[in-house]
């Protein structure tokens, strides 16, 4: 084994399959040895080189000193009342957190990661994007949400596993691509954690060229649209991706989605008052969504503190899915299931960001 010139660590949760191939290969292990690995770690849930039994001892007390593997650390944990949500603030490295939430539906577990510290796309009604962008998640950052989310699910739920995926948390994915991709093909695996991919959705603001990109990877992935307006004017109101990518654009890059991967595109419209719950707006909406593979997820609005958003009465959304599906579009209204945990993006790290600055300028 050629270990001995290798002076700097590596995070083996941050490979691909084929990069945790060559690794070993370029110190003189077969590739397979990958694959043993990667199973442990996301197949069994170990946490040490020593409970890979099928490893060679010299080799897994090397593993341990050049790829030394780091827990995910729950630094904070939030439970419905009703025990269906669970929130998770995860610590990493740099002392920055995320944030990824469990959800406990009729037909499985679903866990939605964060794919960014904090948020580029500065979306007026998010708690996600106070403070802006911080970098970047690797993927083995994202799979520690997965981590820590599957070892929970398996202690409080009697073994139930994680079926369902949501890359919605946190930041834009697609400004994030090769990491979220990478994590994705891994959470797909079928020797890990193996969530197929038809049952695992990417959350998108509007990243045009991301969309296009996303449809050649061969992978019949759902594709959710932050859309949250009828027209360019209110959207571009609430969100400043509508300069670069207005809404023709976008709904044109998401039929062309639609046409090479056969998925049906979802549609995310957070119901504001005021802002774009009117009859009028769902009229509109449904002009420009009729006739295209698509089904729209209406959110009665989570409200933010810092914003001065707030979500419409009860009557109000039901009559705005009303009117769409009158039209010919199908629609929904989301089921909430996290209201009281700060379960929007963004709402428990935001809390958590504010407390340790508060307790940093008077640590008496």
């Given at each position: 084994?050629?270990?001995?010139?290798?002076?700097?660590?590596?995070?083996?949760k941050?490979?691909?399959?084929?990069?945790?191939?060559s690794?070993?290969?370029s110190?003189?292990?077969?590739?397979y040895?990958?694959?043993q690995?990667?199973?442990?770690?996301y197949g069994?849930?170990?946490?040490?080189?020593e409970?890979?039994t099928?490893l060679p001892r010299?080799l897994?007390a090397?593993?341990a000193?050049?790829?030394?593997?780091?827990s995910p650390?729950?630094?904070?944990?939030?439970?419905s009342?009703?025990?269906?949500?669970?929130?998770?603030l995860?610590?990493?490295?740099?002392?920055?957190?995320?944030e990824?939430?469990?959800?406990r539906?009729d037909?499985?577990?679903?866990?939605?990661?964060?794919?960014?510290?904090?948020?580029?796309?500065?979306?007026a009604?998010c708690?996600s994007?106070?403070?802006?962008l911080?970098?970047?998640l690797?993927?083995?950052?994202?799979?520690?949400q997965?981590?820590?989310a599957?070892?929970d699910a398996?202690?409080?739920?009697d073994g139930m596993?994680?079926?369902?995926?949501?890359?919605?948390g946190?930041g834009?994915p697609?400004?994030?691509?090769d990491n979220?991709?990478?994590f994705?093909r891994l959470v797909?695996?079928?020797?890990?954690?193996g969530?197929?991919y038809?049952?695992?959705a990417i959350?998108?603001?509007?990243?045009?060229?991301?969309?296009?990109?996303?449809?050649?990877e061969g992978?019949?992935?759902?594709?959710?649209v932050?859309?949250?307006?009828?027209d360019?004017v209110t959207?571009s109101?609430?969100?400043?991706v509508?300069?670069?990518?207005?809404i023709?654009?976008?709904?044109?890059?998401c039929?062309?989605?639609a046409?090479?991967?056969?998925?049906?595109?979802?549609?995310?419209?957070?119901l504001?008052?005021?802002?774009?719950?009117s009859?009028?707006?769902?009229?509109?909406?449904a002009?420009v969504?009729?006739?295209t593979?698509?089904?729209?997820?209406?959110?009665?609005?989570?409200?933010?503190p810092?914003t001065p958003y707030?979500?419409?009465?009860?009557?109000?959304?039901?009559?705005?899915a009303?009117a769409l599906?009158?039209?010919?579009v199908?629609?929904t209204?989301?089921?909430?299931?996290?209201?009281?945990?700060d379960?929007a993006?963004?709402?428990?790290?935001?809390?958590?960001?504010s407390r340790?600055?508060?307790e940093?300028?008077d640590p008496g």
């Amino acid at each position: 084994m050629r270990f001995g010139g290798m002076i700097s660590t590596v995070d083996i949760k941050s490979m691909s399959r084929e990069e945790c191939r060559s690794f070993f290969e370029s110190v003189g292990e077969p590739g397979y040895r990958a694959d043993q690995v990667l199973e442990w770690l996301y197949g069994q849930r170990v946490s040490s080189y020593e409970d890979m039994t099928n490893l060679p001892r010299l080799l897994r007390a090397k593993l341990a000193e050049v790829a030394p593997l780091r827990s995910p650390e729950v630094l904070a944990q939030r439970v419905s009342p009703s025990g269906d949500t669970v929130k998770y603030l995860m610590g990493l490295t740099d002392d920055n957190a995320v944030e990824a939430v469990l959800m406990r539906h009729d037909y499985g577990l679903s866990l939605c990661v964060s794919s960014q510290v904090g948020c580029p796309m500065g979306c007026a009604f998010c708690a996600s994007g106070i403070g802006g962008l911080v970098r970047d998640l690797t993927c083995g950052e994202m799979i520690d949400q997965m981590l820590a989310a599957s070892s929970d699910a398996a202690e409080r739920l009697d073994g139930m596993r994680v079926s369902s995926l949501v890359v919605m948390g946190s930041g834009e994915p697609l400004l994030n691509y090769d990491n979220v991709i990478k994590f994705i093909r891994l959470v797909n695996w079928d020797r890990g954690f193996g969530i197929g991919y038809r049952h695992i959705a990417i959350s998108t603001c509007g990243i045009v060229p991301g969309i296009l990109r996303l449809a050649g990877e061969g992978m019949p992935l759902t594709l959710s649209v932050s859309l949250h307006a009828p027209d360019d004017v209110t959207r571009s109101s609430i969100m400043k991706v509508n300069a670069a990518y207005p809404i023709s654009t976008l709904v044109k890059a998401c039929g062309q989605y639609a046409q090479i991967t056969g998925r049906r595109v979802t549609y995310e419209y957070a119901l504001i008052a005021g802002v774009n719950d009117s009859p009028a707006h769902a009229e509109r909406l449904a002009g420009v969504l009729r006739g295209t593979l698509c089904h729209v997820n209406l959110i009665p609005l989570n409200p933010v503190p810092e914003t001065p958003y707030v979500r419409p009465a009860s009557c109000v959304v039901e009559a705005f899915a009303s009117a769409l599906q009158s039209r010919g579009v199908e629609a929904t209204i989301r089921r909430e299931m996290g209201c009281g945990i700060d379960a929007a993006c963004g709402q428990l790290r935001r809390r958590w960001v504010s407390r340790r600055g508060a307790e940093e300028a008077d640590p008496g």
